[in-house]
């Protein structure tokens, strides 16, 4: 496996940029999708807007499905929504471990990463009022090969995750969420 390095002087180039211009810090992410019958729900990226400027060059350029497994009514013909989440959630940390490592000097030879999502169905279908329709608790484990790294760095790049990862920010703390009806 080629493992690429972070680039740090871009990092820091980048860090600076926003410091000067705040608006360089600032994106808007879409993705648009389709039902497809069942539980399946087919997507694709949509354009990326970066300091309030929108770029339609990504739109369409990748996709993702959805579907639920067997086990829970679905035909299990690609990733759940559940597990689109741990996946997002997967490579927010690679993104931060990465950067962060580059930034503090730490050389990573690999990162692995094990998650696991806990729902419970009955909130879901309003069985139980008490118990949450999302997932209830997730999991981490981190795996790092670093041979020149220490403990105590190494424990300090997992805190830094903990602070700064975007997803599990969004996952962790209460985000406002606008729902609106258009007719076909």
């Not at 810090?25 to 539980?39: A, P, Q, S």
Request: proline content about 4%.
């Amino acid at each position: 496996m080629t493992v690429i390095e972070v680039d740090a002087t871009a990092l820091r180039e980048t860090a600076d940029a926003i410091r000067q211009s705040p608006v360089q810090g600032r994106f808007t992410f879409r993705v648009d999708g389709d039902w497809r019958g069942g539980f399946r729900m087919d997507s694709a990226v949509g354009s990326l807007t970066h300091a309030d400027i929108t770029d339609d060059s990504r739109a369409g350029r990748f996709y993702m499905g959805s579907d639920e497994p067997k086990a829970v009514l679905g035909s299990d013909t690609t990733v759940s929504p559940t597990e689109w989440v741990l996946q997002a959630l997967a490579g927010c940390y690679t993104v931060t471990i990465a950067s962060n490592a580059a930034l503090q000097g730490i050389s990573l030879h690999g990162i692995h990463l094990e998650l696991a999502g806990d729902v419970d169905l009955s909130g879901f279908l309003a069985l139980d009022p008490a118990v949450r329709p999302g997932i209830g608790h997730i999991r981490v484990t981190v795996t790092l090969d670093a041979p020149d790294a220490t403990d105590a760095e190494l424990r300090e790049l997992i805190d830094t995750v903990q602070r700064r990862s975007v997803v599990r920010d969004t996952l962790v703390n209460p985000v406002d969420v606008t729902t609106s009806l258009r007719r076909a």
